[in-house]
């Protein structure tokens, strides 16, 4: 019973990283209607953004997620405006293979910044714990879940209570529409983009303190997101954190109880479950 | 004359094992097999409009029943190739109904989730050899990896070319145009959806049996390999999907780019393939074909009206 | 036709190879250095460098009355098995090299080797250590990682020797064919030790995730965690065991990463007490034909690349001295005959005893290593020869 307590606060805590992971992949995929094959390679380049303002600057690395999120919200401005921007109207198929192209590219070009070291995190702090009855609750792991519940708040009031969220909103329904009510799409494109890209920055950072960092980790982060933008919808942050969690506790739970070489089976079969059976469910839209 | 020039360039790719580069040779199987599986693509994925992810699981089936054949069972080479693309036919019918159901991205995205699940549900299995995989007998054929390949890519482009010209294809068409008015006109999509992916199945089998006894080893990593789907939708899309001959030129020109990438640059070909793709699809959006046609009409204007009629 | 066009502009491209000098003997090999195992793979690259040029300053290998120099064609095969066997068929067919070294990883060398014995062109690789490489039969494939059966076989015969006696073993092991046969043969050792087995859990080979095993761990308590797998996977392991508070009462052992700088480096003092083994440690004991022995090796390693060599640095030097003593020793660059005089090679190097089995692979023991302060200190090899820091002690108190 102890165990499998300790099991469900493993997966939640895990989850709620995930779901900062799926979050911005669902909020570029639900407005701009691009799947991002490079959103793993973004959550790598804001885990290096951190790593060097914590080991170069001595930034604690908590203090250093913002500004590493700054930092990753230009580099999507940028990408989105002048690269994606360029490609968005033709096939949906061809901004996919532009992802997928700038994954290989951005792989690429961290190895030649960063080396192919393996990079973690470490902060005095990283490895603490505290007991909860019989339970060990992990102190890195329940901030990074904090911090990626209050990105997802943070997110869900800027889109429902700003103008610009609320433009972003409109532009998501039909875009023809914005435009006639003064939305100018170039920009309010590049913003949701360049938002999808600060917080893979900031899950990044948070997964460089509770695993590590190399220029590849990205490809498995990449598949991970979609699972979570699925089950969560693509329109609700809060939804897409649960999302997260459930993907965690189910992956904890079948690396206990079945082996953790079925973990694969149970994420991808669940996720390919849910677009069978409920596609109301992500066609929804706010 | 067409007919012609098509005949010629077969048998000259036909002559290329007796030219006596074997560099040639392994490039040219791994590239012929490598157009099969873009133009398996082509008929699920060009005609239809359904981008699948997907199909490297069916690479992968003819990969282990191949495998699974000649190392656990065995059975001769042929009994393998049978094995395996009877095992993706299979799959393709099974799982085609529910998720060819799905529209658009979150078709594309299900079928990437089923390559991830089989790779595991694989690595899980006693007669798969679990994750570390299965030997082949080792076979100093590479004429005849290379022969067979081409057969296959002849075989699959003959195909593709009847159904361009079908009332089959005519129907997969209207469904990748407009699905619902398909439906009205009396397409059974469903049985149209699924008979393509079928089709694509088992051709990308064949391929993925051929490769296994040609590497001698295979794991679920590499058999369900997912880069490999992305590789033959980008081969696809850059010659011209939909199209009879578009993907091979896609298939042909991408290998050769990154073999050459690789063979001179070695280090930097990583990212440069990354680059190439970016840039192909930023500045050619319709594929080589349209290249072709677009540089006689418009000259090197043609590039940026591609980008001025796309962009935001 | 476009097609044909492209093609023939391949087949042209591809056909305008370099030509091999006469007077140098070109060993050939497809490294990662990029993508995923790029990590480990460039002491491949370096190490295999560093002996070509060492051999060919003492003056090359000694020919029929002629002294041939070395040269090294490398590819970077990008972490892609598909493109590595490729490559060394191009290595082999157009390249014209003499002979073949390794990747590293069992799986790569499990493809790439098959190619050496598809051409009948010896390959000496330092990188796979799986029984599967060694189990086909195949002739002109040599090893000179000692067989991963063993790796926990020095580790569990120190255990009978420490007191307080260990009695509970939990095994975590991946999945891929380097690890799968390391857990097979450390369940018949810790069978045979007289240990019982509390876990025996088997993870993907790319998983990141540890918590649930290692939940699993905290409550069974077992005395000793024997893990095997990757190196980042390792790195995991232990942040993971530090925050969820979980560690063994008495030693835990792992097969990668302790020898390596890059590892202690990402850990911090978080590394400390980990133990591992190695087959290699730079010692002056292991002297060497060309290098010296293998304390000058290490200097001179450290000094041109700027990371410290490990085992895997060191086991591709041997592979490269392992082809320039079978070539003296056959006297011809016959393919054949080289592979017949590697069969018999027998010589000392820094890397230690080079001599292979009749499958192709070298024996060697694993010395037990740990990390004791972030050095790296040898602890023992059939008896003691450094103090272990035994038994651990939990996370707070350390």
Redesign the interface.
């Known amino acids: 019973m102890?165990?499998l307590a300790?099991?469900v606060v493993?997966?939640v805590l895990?989850g709620g990283l995930y779901g900062l992971m799926g979050l911005g992949m669902g909020l570029v995929?639900g407005v701009l209607?691009i799947?991002n094959?490079a959103h793993g390679a973004l959550i790598m380049l804001g885990g290096y953004a951190v790593y060097y303002l914590y080991t170069g600057a001595g930034v604690d690395p908590f203090a250093a997620l913002p500004l590493a999120m700054l930092a990753m919200f230009a580099l999507g401005y940028a990408l989105q405006r002048w690269?994606l921007?360029?490609?968005?109207?033709?096939?949906?198929?061809?901004t996919?293979?532009?992802t997928?192209?700038?994954?290989?590219?951005?792989?690429?070009?961290a190895?030649?910044a960063f080396s192919?070291?393996?990079?973690?995190i470490?902060p005095p702090y990283?490895?603490?714990?505290f007991a909860l009855g019989p339970v060990?609750v992990?102190?890195?792991?329940l901030a990074a879940f904090g911090v990626a519940l209050l990105l997802a708040a943070g997110l869900q009031a800027f889109l429902v209570r700003s103008r610009t969220g609320r433009a972003i909103r409109a532009t998501a329904q039909n875009l023809t529409a914005a435009r006639l009510h003064g939305v100018n799409?170039?920009r309010v494109?590049a913003l949701t983009f360049g938002l999808g890209a600060a917080l893979a920055g900031a899950a990044g950072g948070l997964y460089g303190v509770?695993?590590?960092l190399?220029p590849?980790v990205g490809v498995?982060l990449t598949?991970r997101s979609?699972?979570v933008a699925?089950l969560g919808g693509l329109d609700n942050p809060l939804g897409v954190i649960a999302g997260g969690v459930v993907l965690g506790v189910a992956?904890?739970?079948t690396?206990?109880y079945l082996?953790?070489?079925?973990?694969?089976?149970i994420s991808?079969?669940m996720?390919?479950v849910v677009?069978?059976l409920r596609?109301s469910r992500?066609f929804e839209r706010a | 004359m067409r007919r012609l020039a098509l005949a010629a360039a077969v048998a000259l790719l036909a002559s290329v094992p007796w030219m006596g580069n074997e560099t040639l040779v392994e490039f040219g199987i791994n590239a012929l097999l490598l157009a099969t599986l873009a133009q398996a693509w082509n008929v699920i994925g060009g005609f239809t409009g359904y981008a699948s992810f997907g199909n490297s699981v069916f690479y992968g089936l003819g990969t282990y029943g191949t495998a699974i054949a000649m190392a656990q069972l065995h059975l001769p080479f042929a009994a393998g190739l049978g094995l395996g693309a009877a095992m993706a036919a299979a799959c393709a019918l099974v799982l085609g109904v529910p998720i060819l159901r799905l529209r658009g991205p979150y078709f594309a995205i299900a079928t990437l989730g089923l390559s991830a699940a089989m790779a595991a549900i694989f690595s899980n299995l006693e007669i798969a050899g679990k994750n570390i995989g299965l030997i082949l007998p080792l076979f100093r054929g590479e004429r005849l990896f290379y022969e067979l390949s081409l057969a296959l890519l002849v075989a699959t482009t003959a195909t593709v070319a009847w159904v361009a010209s079908s009332r089959f294809g005519a129907g997969l068409v209207a469904i990748r145009e407009n699905e619902e008015a398909a439906q009205v006109m009396g397409v059974d999509t469903t049985r149209y959806k699924v008979a393509a992916l079928a089709i694509a199945a088992v051709f990308s089998a064949v391929a993925g049996g051929i490769h296994a006894y040609w590497i001698t080893f295979i794991d679920p990593a590499s058999a369900f390999d997912s880069t490999l789907n992305v590789k033959m939708v980008i081969m696809a899309v850059f010659g011209g999907p939909g199209t009879v001959l578009g993907p091979v030129v896609g298939a042909f020109t991408l290998s050769a780019v990154s073999e050459l990438l690789a063979s001179r640059l070695s280090t930097v070909a990583a990212g440069f393939y990354g680059l190439v793709v970016v840039l192909a699809v930023v500045f050619m959006p319709r594929g080589l074909l349209d290249l072709g046609r677009g540089l006689r009409r418009d000259g090197w204007r043609y590039f940026a009206q591609n980008v001025r009629r796309y962009r935001l | 036709m476009r097609s044909t066009h492209t093609l023939l502009m391949a087949a042209a491209l591809l056909l305008a190879g370099p030509v091999r000098a006469e007077d140098s003997i070109t060993l050939g090999a497809a490294v990662q250095l990029t993508g995923a195992l790029a990590n480990t793979g460039r002491y491949y690259r370096d190490g295999y460098q560093l002996a070509v040029d060492q051999i060919n300053a003492k003056g090359g290998v000694a020919v029929g009355g002629k002294k041939l120099r070395l040269a090294l064609k490398l590819y970077d095969s990008q972490s892609d098995v598909n493109l590595g066997v490729r490559q060394y068929v191009q290595l082999v067919r157009q390249d014209k090299v003499n002979f073949l070294l390794g990747p590293f990883a069992s799986n790569d060398a499990l493809d790439d080797s098959s190619v050496a014995e598809k051409y009948q062109i010896p390959m000496v690789q330092g990188g796979g250590a799986s029984s599967q490489i060694f189990s086909r039969g195949y002739r002109y494939v040599f090893g000179t990682l000692p067989p991963a059966e063993d790796y926990f076989a020095s580790t569990i015969a120190a255990l009978g020797k420490l007191t307080p006696k260990a009695r509970t073993v939990a095994l975590v092991s991946a999945d891929d064919s380097f690890d799968v046969s390391v857990a097979k043969g450390t369940r018949q050792l810790v069978a045979a030790a007289g240990l019982e087995l509390v876990v025996d859990k088997q993870y993907p080979e790319h998983n990141a995730e540890f918590s649930s095993i290692l939940s699993l761990i905290k409550s069974k308590d077992p005395d000793v965690i024997l893990w095997s797998g990757h190196e980042p996977q390792a790195l995991n392991f232990i942040r993971q065991a530090k925050t969820l508070g979980v560690s063994p009462k008495l030693l835990y052992s792992f097969t990668v990463g302790v020898p390596t700088a890059d590892f202690r480096k990402a850990l911090g003092k978080d590394a400390n007490y980990a133990c591992g083994m190695t087959p290699w440690l730079p010692s002056k004991a292991r002297r060497d034909d060309w290098f010296g022995d293998g304390e000058a090796f290490a200097a001179q390693y450290h000094q041109r690349f700027g990371y410290a060599p490990d085992y895997h640095a060191a086991s591709a030097v041997a592979d490269v001295e392992a082809f320039a003593k079978a070539i003296e020793a056959a006297g011809s660059l016959d393919p054949g005959k080289v592979r017949d005089a590697l069969a018999r090679v027998d010589f000392a190097s820094l890397y230690g005893r080079v001599k292979f089995g009749a499958n192709g692979q070298i024996a060697m023991p694993q010395t037990v290593i740990q990390i004791q302060d972030d050095k790296v200190v040898p602890i023992f090899t059939d008896t003691f020869v450094g103090k272990p820091l035994f038994p651990l002690p939990p996370w707070d108190k350390r």
């Open positions: 102890a165990l300790q099991i493993n997966g895990l995929w209607n799947v094959l690269l921007g360029l490609v968005i109207r033709s096939a949906q198929l061809n996919l293979l532009v997928f192209g700038l994954d290989v590219l951005l792989s690429y070009l190895q030649l192919a070291d393996l990079r973690t470490n990283a490895g603490s714990n060990t992990p102190l890195a792991p799409p170039k494109y509770v695993s590590q190399t590849y498995t598949a979609f699972v699925i992956e904890a739970a690396a206990l082996d953790p070489t079925y973990v694969n089976v991808f079969g996720l390919v677009l069978v596609p992500i």
